[in-house]
């Protein structure tokens, strides 16, 4: 089998070639498997050893082989019917199928090899076995091809009757010398089809349809002697003729033509004559062996071709009987000599001199070659001779059709260029900052034909989605993970010319689809060129909280982490603890969470209680102290005004009037009025002064808190520091007793959040009022005998600290207590001085105090104890100030104490007021500028007395 395989016909690696051979019938697709996959073509006749072949081909043009629906050799006197055996063997069978082409393998075109065609036609135009061209109007009949196997004579007619410049070829005959065999074929001028006759008798025409076998069923003349007709060509093959051709063609038209196909020129000699016989160094042949150069005149030439025309009627081959009662004197005795325009080609206007200008331009635009644009010398006679624009419409139609089909067995297919390693290697890393790549092919492929109608088809199992080629050859690839769904084994840079020849580029790829792109990427070495390798994908080794393949999966942090109640967050961030926060009311990392003690000292939050504070757990209730209500915030505390409410109830017959506190409420003696023991009732003391100043003692701060003023400032503790300051001052020269109204809290540093816990040392000052006898004894006077009994008291008791209010926050060093009637009377945290009332009696405060106050806290009190009356008090104060302000008045009928204040920054003001009873109005106004201290004093004193309206 495979020695016939070697002796079939090779098959054209194009299918744009066989189709041009009549010796193969196209079979359609009845010969693959899937339909719309191509055509195949099967040789009419067997060779001489009894096989035909089979060529196959895909939709693009180009041979299949094997069993991917390969073609085949089909013997010709086998007892079975071969195409039935592949049809069994690779329907479904794929190892049937292979082994069907192990026995009868597919030709893959290594054998073929560019045919060579001689093609003569036209008025005609003869070519010869080996190339050379050249006009010839002979009348006659000539010896056109004369080998030792086959003789070709050719009949040449006048195109037009009367113009001798312009002959055709008629008839041609063929004699077979071993097998005495002649064939004749003559063009109709009426049908222009070509009639073929064997011993007289017609066989068919060029007009046959369909085309194939000049006799049906298909039975070679003489046995040897294949005729095709159909397409208006006519086909001879076998005997003789394939000893230096494959085959010839005869083509039907106004004109008939002859053309020479797959010429074996290694088999041509010198044995090979006439007409269209070779040539020996660049020369014609005559028949008397004489030579005339191929570049002579049109003259000489054509006296070569008459040596070549019959000399008897016994030299001729022509059956006469076929010619409608010509015979052979009719041909051969009339040679006549046509002019010779070759030599008016390079002028046209002389060439045509009998023809207009536009006519003239007309034929110059008609006859130039397509493939070079130049002037077509033949189109040009054509016309010339015989006068008619069609000849040389037909002259280029054969031309063109030449053209093209030199162009089809000729071309060469195209080629890659060496820089085209310089985009060999694609790095596919879909998760980077390069998600694509764009590569212009044009630029690296080319054609020896022509480089324009290149297309590039991408040959991959990259998703058609991610990629795209435009006409002109730019292939973009958008990098995507579809990659991961496939699996990549080639990326084929394949490009086609116009005739579908082909070259393939194997790309190198390598891939990189882990979901972090190089970071995860291992294994990922340089791509080798010279491995038969192209597609490395790397190994991917996970981020910490990510699995799969391609890192593609996110771990859920949850299963690996437990949280406090199972609040965890499965979309955390890799690395980021996935345990929500604590819910509120807990603390700590979420995976522990513990119970906050809002109750705790420590606890700075805005939500703090003001007092009293209940821990529960992921929670906490506040309360309040006695003679404070819990505000609707539900952590701060508001005082109770025990007097407004009705619930602290003084005895105005006992001479005692209610004075709220914060926190509480005090039933104080009216003016005049002192109480001299703790429990005792008010007694009348007669006329006197009141005093108010204040007393500083330095204090150990055990443990602070925010409302320490709250837990200092109790009644219990102003009756016990009336108690201590009436110790000291009892004894001196008219004083008749004190009143503590406040006590408040000042920290000599300014801690902030829990270094608040730090805190060690301030002082307590101590808001009184002193009763004194003698109403005209003058401010400074009281306070310093108040201040030297409180010195003399010190000198006689060596006490030094006393526990006071809860002994666990301050403790006294009642050593450095010093009086100061100068002093403020309140912080800006700390309530005014208490409001003393009788009934029908109102009294207003109003305090602006400017901002960033640092050390320097400012005062404004008003105290009205006045039936129908109303005092008001404004003090303004700068940065950086102090301002005492105090008003206490006492008088019938509406009178009013104003006392205004304004301060400027870093000043320091002292209002003191000592108060009586009396019925005129009195007014203090004091003014400081920067760096400036002053002090006002006004004492008011009456002669009149207060009791229950």
């Given at each position: 089998?495979?020695?016939?395989?070697?002796?079939?016909?090779?098959?054209?690696?194009?299918e744009?070639?066989?189709?041009?051979?009549?010796?193969?019938?196209?079979?359609?697709?009845?010969?693959?498997?899937?339909?719309?996959?191509?055509?195949?073509y099967?040789e009419?006749?067997?060779?001489?050893?009894?096989?035909?072949?089979?060529?196959?081909?895909?939709?693009?043009?180009?041979?299949?082989?094997?069993?991917?629906?390969?073609?085949?050799?089909?013997?010709?006197?086998?007892?079975?019917n071969?195409?039935?055996?592949?049809?069994?063997?690779?329907?479904?069978?794929?190892?049937?199928?292979?082994?069907?082409?192990?026995?009868?393998?597919?030709?893959?075109?290594?054998?073929?090899?560019?045919?060579?065609?001689?093609?003569?036609?036209?008025?005609?135009?003869?070519?010869?076995?080996?190339?050379?061209?050249?006009?010839?109007?002979?009348?006659?009949?000539?010896?056109?091809?004369?080998?030792?196997?086959?003789?070709?004579?050719?009949?040449?007619?006048?195109v037009?009757?009367?113009?001798?410049?312009?002959?055709?070829?008629t008839?041609?005959?063929?004699?077979?010398?071993?097998?005495?065999?002649?064939?004749?074929?003559?063009?109709?001028?009426?049908?222009?089809?070509?009639?073929?006759?064997?011993?007289?008798?017609?066989?068919?025409?060029?007009?046959?349809?369909?085309?194939?076998?000049?006799t049906?069923?298909?039975?070679?003349?003489?046995?040897?002697?294949?005729?095709?007709?159909?397409?208006?060509?006519?086909g001879?093959?076998?005997?003789?003729?394939?000893?230096?051709?494959?085959?010839?063609?005869?083509?039907?038209?106004?004109?008939?033509?002859?053309?020479?196909?797959?010429?074996?020129?290694?088999?041509?000699d010198?044995?090979?004559?006439?007409?269209?016989?070779?040539?020996?160094?660049?020369?014609?042949?005559?028949r008397?062996?004489?030579?005339?150069?191929?570049?002579?005149?049109?003259?000489?030439?054509?006296?070569?071709?008459?040596?070549?025309?019959?000399?008897?009627?016994?030299?001729?081959?022509?059956?006469?009987?076929?010619?409608?009662?010509?015979?052979?004197?009719?041909?051969?005795?009339?040679?006549t000599?046509?002019?010779f325009?070759?030599?008016?080609?390079?002028?046209?206007?002389?060439?045509?001199?009998?023809f207009?200008?536009?006519?003239?331009?007309?034929?110059?635009?008609?006859?130039?070659?397509?493939?070079?644009?130049?002037?077509?010398?033949?189109?040009?006679?054509?016309?010339?001779?015989?006068?008619?624009?069609?000849?040389g419409?037909?002259?280029?139609k054969?031309?063109?059709?030449?053209?093209?089909?030199?162009?089809?067995?000729?071309?060469?297919?195209?080629?890659?260029?060496?820089?085209?390693?310089?985009?060999?290697?694609?790095?596919?890393?879909?998760?980077?900052?390069?998600?694509?790549?764009?590569?212009?092919?044009?630029?690296?492929?080319?054609?020896?034909?022509?480089?324009?109608?290149?297309?590039?088809?991408?040959?991959?199992?990259?998703?058609?989605?991610?990629?795209?080629?435009?006409?002109?050859?730019?292939?973009?690839?958008?990098?995507?993970?579809?990659?991961r769904?496939?699996?990549?084994?080639?990326?084929?840079?394949?490009?086609?010319?116009?005739?579908?020849?082909?070259?393939?580029?194997?790309?190198?790829?390598?891939?990189?689809?882990?979901?972090?792109?190089?970071?995860?990427?291992?294994?990922?070495?340089?791509?080798?060129?010279?491995?038969?390798?192209?597609?490395?994908?790397?190994?991917?080794?996970?981020?910490k909280?990510?699995?799969?393949?391609?890192?593609?999966?996110?771990?859920?942090?949850?299963?690996?982490?437990?949280?406090?109640?199972?609040?965890?967050?499965?979309?955390?961030?890799?690395?980021?603890?996935?345990?929500?926060?604590?819910?509120?009311?807990?603390?700590?990392?979420?995976?522990?969470?513990?119970?906050?003690?809002?109750?705790?000292?420590?606890?700075?939050?805005?939500?703090?209680?003001?007092?009293?504070?209940?821990?529960?757990?992921?929670?906490?209730n506040?309360?309040?102290?006695?003679?404070?209500?819990?505000?609707?915030?539900?952590?701060?505390?508001?005082?109770?005004?025990?007097?407004?409410?009705?619930?602290?109830?003084?005895?105005?017959?006992?001479?005692?009037?209610?004075?709220?506190?914060?926190?509480?409420?005090?039933?104080?003696?009216?003016?005049?009025?002192?109480?001299?023991?703790e429990?005792?009732?008010?007694?009348?003391?007669?006329?006197?002064?009141?005093?108010?100043?204040?007393?500083?003692?330095?204090?150990?701060?055990?443990?602070?808190?925010?409302?320490?003023?709250?837990?200092?400032d109790?009644?219990?503790?102003?009756?016990?520091?009336?108690?201590?300051?009436?110790?000291?001052f009892?004894?001196?020269?008219?004083?008749?007793?004190?009143?503590?109204?406040?006590?408040?809290?000042?920290i000599?540093?300014?801690?902030?959040?829990?270094?608040?816990?730090?805190?060690?040392?301030?002082?307590?000052?101590?808001?009184?009022?002193?009763?004194?006898?003698?109403?005209?004894?003058?401010?400074?006077?009281?306070?310093?005998?108040?201040?030297?009994?409180?010195?003399?008291?010190?000198?006689?008791?060596?006490?030094?600290?006393?526990?006071?209010?809860l002994?666990?926050?301050?403790?006294?060093?009642?050593?450095?207590?010093?009086?100061?009637?100068n002093?403020?009377?309140?912080?800006?945290?700390?309530?005014?001085?208490?409001?003393?009332?009788?009934k029908?009696?109102?009294?207003?405060?109003?305090?602006?105090?400017?901002?960033?106050?640092?050390?320097?806290?400012?005062?404004?009190?008003?105290?009205?104890i006045?039936?129908?009356?109303?005092?008001?008090?404004?003090?303004?104060?700068a940065?950086?100030?102090?301002?005492?302000?105090?008003?206490?008045?006492?008088?019938?009928?509406?009178?009013?104490?104003?006392?205004?204040?304004?301060?400027?920054?870093?000043?320091?003001?002292?209002?003191?007021?000592?108060?009586?009873?009396?019925?005129?109005?009195?007014?203090?106004?004091?003014?400081?500028?920067?760096?400036?201290?002053?002090?006002?004093?006004?004492?008011?004193?009456?002669?009149?007395?207060?009791?229950?309206?």
């Amino acid at each position: 089998m495979t020695s016939l395989i070697d002796k079939a016909a090779p098959c054209p690696c194009q299918e744009k070639i066989i189709s041009t051979y009549y010796t193969f019938r196209q079979t359609g697709n009845e010969n693959l498997n899937n339909t719309g996959t191509g055509s195949c073509y099967q040789e009419w006749f067997p060779n001489e050893d009894g096989v035909k072949q089979m060529c196959c081909y895909r939709m693009d043009g180009t041979l299949r082989t094997g069993s991917n629906n390969g073609g085949y050799i089909v013997p010709n006197n086998t007892p079975y019917n071969i195409t039935d055996v592949h049809s069994n063997c690779c329907r479904g069978d794929h190892v049937l199928c292979e082994q069907f082409y192990e026995m009868i393998p597919s030709d893959d075109c290594s054998r073929y090899t560019t045919p060579v065609s001689a093609r003569s036609y036209g008025d005609p135009t003869i070519t010869t076995l080996d190339g050379h061209s050249y006009s010839f109007n002979g009348h006659g009949e000539y010896v056109f091809l004369k080998t030792n196997d086959i003789e070709i004579q050719a009949r040449t007619e006048y195109v037009t009757k009367g113009n001798k410049d312009a002959t055709m070829f008629t008839a041609f005959v063929f004699h077979i010398n071993k097998k005495n065999i002649s064939i004749e074929a003559h063009l109709n001028l009426s049908t222009k089809a070509i009639q073929v006759y064997n011993n007289g008798i017609l066989l068919c025409n060029s007009s046959k349809t369909p085309n194939g076998p000049c006799t049906m069923p298909p039975a070679p003349i003489g046995g040897c002697l294949m005729i095709f007709a159909g397409d208006n060509t006519i086909g001879i093959s076998g005997c003789g003729i394939n000893t230096f051709t494959k085959s010839i063609t005869l083509t039907a038209g106004e004109m008939m033509d002859i053309t020479f196909d797959g010429i074996k020129t290694e088999k041509l000699d010198n044995t090979t004559q006439g007409l269209a016989g070779v040539t020996a160094n660049n020369y014609y042949i005559s028949r008397n062996d004489s030579k005339t150069p191929v570049n002579a005149s049109a003259s000489h030439i054509f006296d070569f071709g008459e040596t070549w025309a019959l000399q008897n009627s016994s030299e001729s081959l022509f059956d006469y009987s076929l010619t409608g009662g010509h015979i052979y004197s009719t041909y051969n005795l009339n040679h006549t000599r046509p002019r010779f325009l070759e030599d008016l080609v390079g002028n046209l206007t002389a060439l045509f001199k009998n023809f207009t200008e536009a006519n003239i331009t007309k034929f110059d635009a008609t006859c130039r070659n397509y493939w070079d644009n130049e002037s077509n010398t033949e189109c040009l006679l054509a016309i010339a001779r015989n006068h008619d624009y069609n000849f040389g419409v037909n002259v280029m139609k054969i031309a063109n059709e030449t053209r093209r089909l030199y162009e089809i067995t000729h071309n060469t297919p195209p080629f890659f260029y060496k820089n085209m390693s310089d985009i060999s290697v694609i790095d596919v890393i879909p998760n980077s900052n390069k998600t694509s790549i764009t590569i212009d092919l044009s630029k690296y492929a080319s054609d020896n034909e022509s480089k324009s109608g290149l297309r590039f088809i991408i040959d991959s199992e990259i998703p058609a989605s991610d990629y795209s080629i435009s006409a002109e050859g730019v292939f973009n690839w958008n990098f995507t993970d579809e990659l991961r769904n496939i699996t990549l084994t080639k990326l084929k840079i394949n490009v086609y010319d116009t005739y579908n020849k082909s070259a393939q580029y194997n790309m190198f790829v390598r891939y990189c689809g882990c979901e972090h792109g190089m970071a995860e990427c291992t294994d990922f070495p340089e791509a080798d060129t010279n491995s038969t390798k192209h597609i490395i994908t790397a190994t991917c080794y996970c981020e910490k909280g990510y699995e799969g393949t391609y890192c593609e999966n996110r771990m859920d942090p949850c299963l690996k982490t437990k949280c406090y109640e199972d609040r965890c967050n499965s979309s955390a961030s890799v690395g980021e603890n996935p345990c929500l926060p604590c819910p509120h009311g807990y603390e700590g990392d979420g995976t522990i969470c513990s119970d906050i003690d809002e109750c705790d000292p420590s606890y700075e939050d805005i939500d703090k209680c003001d007092q009293m504070c209940s821990n529960t757990e992921g929670s906490f209730n506040c309360s309040c102290k006695n003679g404070y209500r819990l505000n609707n915030n539900n952590h701060t505390c508001d005082d109770i005004d025990e007097c407004k409410e009705g619930t602290k109830i003084c005895s105005e017959i006992h001479h005692e009037v209610c004075v709220n506190n914060i926190g509480n409420a005090v039933c104080n003696c009216m003016p005049n009025y002192l109480r001299k023991t703790e429990k005792g009732s008010c007694e009348e003391i007669g006329d006197a002064a009141m005093f108010v100043g204040t007393i500083s003692i330095q204090i150990t701060i055990t443990k602070y808190t925010n409302d320490i003023n709250k837990t200092v400032d109790t009644e219990e503790n102003r009756k016990q520091m009336e108690v201590t300051l009436d110790e000291r001052f009892k004894g001196t020269p008219g004083y008749l007793g004190v009143e503590v109204f406040k006590l408040s809290v000042v920290i000599t540093n300014s801690p902030t959040g829990r270094k608040k816990r730090e805190v060690k040392s301030g002082k307590l000052d101590v808001d009184y009022l002193v009763k004194w006898r003698n109403i005209s004894y003058g401010t400074e006077n009281v306070f310093k005998d108040l201040e030297g009994s409180s010195s003399r008291y010190n000198a006689n008791h060596t006490t030094e600290e006393k526990p006071f209010g809860l002994a666990d926050v301050v403790t006294l060093n009642l050593k450095t207590i010093r009086l100061e009637p100068n002093n403020v009377l309140c912080s800006n945290n700390s309530p005014t001085v208490p409001t003393t009332q009788t009934k029908s009696t109102k009294s207003t405060t109003a305090a602006t105090i400017a901002p960033n106050i640092t050390s320097r806290p400012t005062t404004t009190t008003t105290s009205t104890i006045t039936p129908n009356s109303s005092t008001t008090t404004t003090t303004t104060t700068a940065p950086n100030s102090s301002s005492t302000t105090t008003t206490i008045t006492t008088a019938p009928n509406s009178s009013t104490t104003t006392t205004t204040t304004t301060t400027t920054p870093n000043s320091t003001v002292t209002t003191t007021t000592a108060i009586t009873t009396s019925s005129k109005s009195t007014t203090t106004t004091t003014t400081t500028t920067s760096n400036a201290t002053t002090t006002t004093t006004t004492t008011i004193t009456t002669n009149s007395s207060i009791g229950p309206s």
